[in-house]
């Protein structure tokens, strides 16, 4: 996954969108998430697949314009989620401490 990660942030740089500003990308990711849904609603797998692997390269490109690492981020997501308890209520994770407020 790094490998291709590089290569991403290469063919952004190549094109400039790393200079860009990461507002536009934000733009970018919330079109994409929007296609996703969509694809996911009709059933259409092949769509699904390919907006997933769009929401990831829009994400990596952010980071690079934002000087982060994809990876520490998914490092630091997992770290706080890792050890998480709660429980499923109708389909959805609720964390133990958002049961706790209720």
Known sequence: MGDLIKEIQLWSIDR???????A?????????????????????TLDEID???DILVVLIIYCQQRGLS???CLEAAYEEIG???GKMIDGVFIKEADLNDN
């Open 16 to 22: 400039g969108l790393n200079k860009q500003a990461p």
């Open 70 to 72: 994809i990876e520490d």
């Open 83 to 85: 050890g998480r308890k």
């Open 24 to 44: 536009k990308q934000l733009l970018k990711l919330v079109e994409e998430v929007g296609e996703l849904s969509a694809a996911y609603n009709k059933q259409h």
């Open 51 to 53: 907006s997933v692997g």
